[in-house]
């Protein structure tokens, strides 16, 4: 698996169950009408319970800048504490789950449904809310990140 190629992703949710973030990689669009995606989140991280108790989750897809956020939720931040929200990075959305500022681009999420996998939790989400800002995506390959930028269209 070190060999693909996956995007960065923050994954988030707020509510009763508390507000908690990931980075995952397991992030896929399933459907376009209706939109929905799924996230894989290891059934072990607080946020999985979180995610299904509070009903609703954010999809940040990172911009290559944003590697220091990628580390921060993956439990490794280069300073600060792990799984830190950082005040003025984030807003809240319409479902009240945080979302990231100057992001490639996010989804807003109802879930719709999960299965249990393996070590993890595959979670079905209705997407609600979308936008992009245009900035490059960070990628992850090989233990390392890189930037996915758009080849021209010919």
Request: net charge positive.
């Amino acid at each position: 698996m070190a060999a693909a190629v996956t995007g960065v992703n923050v994954v988030t949710t707020d509510g009763p169950a508390g507000r908690l973030g990931l980075t995952v990689s397991a992030m896929v669009s399933v459907s376009a009408d209706p939109p929905l995606l799924l996230v894989g989140i290891r059934r072990t991280a607080a946020i999985a319970s979180a995610l299904l108790a509070n009903g609703v989750f954010a999809v940040n897809v990172l911009a290559a800048h944003q590697v220091a956020i990628a580390d921060t939720f993956a439990g490794r931040p280069r300073s600060g504490a792990p799984y830190e929200f950082a005040s003025l990075l984030w807003e809240s959305g319409a479902s009240g789950a945080p979302l990231l500022r100057r992001s490639a681009s996010r989804f807003e999420c109802d879930v719709t449904g999960h299965v249990d996998a393996g070590t993890h939790t595959v979670v079905l989400g209705t997407v609600r809310g979308a936008d992009r800002s245009g900035l490059p995506a960070l990628a992850y390959t090989r233990r390392r990140y890189g930037s996915v930028t758009p080849l021209s269209r010919r």
